[in-house]
């Protein structure tokens, strides 16, 4: 089921129609369809500046941007880890997202160093339970068909 996400004074909140996760198990991206997206956040954190994230397991060069106040993130209930969320210098999650495209219909997005691989800090499996937010508006999805 789509929901709608909160909006400021005289913009339309947002809402997904739509997630889809394609691509392989390795290197997914993820696209989401809907109204209401605006325009690209400007006030992302680069995850390699997050003092949390300094020397984690798996970051890499830590490529990959958090944003905060729910403007893009994914979170994989089931394997129970995100992406994208900046709460803060001490707590932030250390995979981050990599903006594609944006539209006000459609975002697409690709996972920071920190996903995947044996030291990676979380990657999707088929069959996993997965919600991603667009401007406050979570979209669910179940994980399928990835290589």
């Known amino acids: 089921m789509a929901a709608a996400g909160s909006a400021g004074a005289g913009e339309v909140p947002a809402?997904?129609?739509g997630v889809a996760i394609s691509g392989s198990l390795a290197s997914p991206t993820v696209t989401v369809t809907g109204t209401?997206?605006?325009s690209i956040p400007t006030h992302g954190v680069a995850v390699a500046s997050i003092t949390s994230c300094t020397g984690q397991s798996g970051t890499g060069a830590q490529a990959g941007m958090d944003y905060p106040k729910g403007e893009l993130w994914v979170s994989d209930a089931t394997a129970g880890w995100s992406g994208g969320h900046f709460s803060g210098q001490a707590s932030s999650n250390c995979i981050g997202v990599?903006?594609?495209?944006?539209s006000p219909t459609q975002v697409v997005f690709t996972l920071?160093?920190?996903?995947?691989?044996t030291s990676g800090l979380g990657s999707f499996r088929d069959g996993d339970g997965v919600v991603v937010?667009?401007?406050?508006?979570p979209g669910p999805t179940v994980v399928s068909g990835l290589s």
Do not use: L, Q, T
């Open 36 to 38: 209401g997206f605006g």
């Open 15 to 17: 809402f997904i129609s």
């Open 133 to 137: 937010s667009v401007k406050g508006a």
């Open 98 to 102: 990599n903006i594609s495209s944006w």
């Open 112 to 117: 920071g160093d920190g996903y995947g691989g």
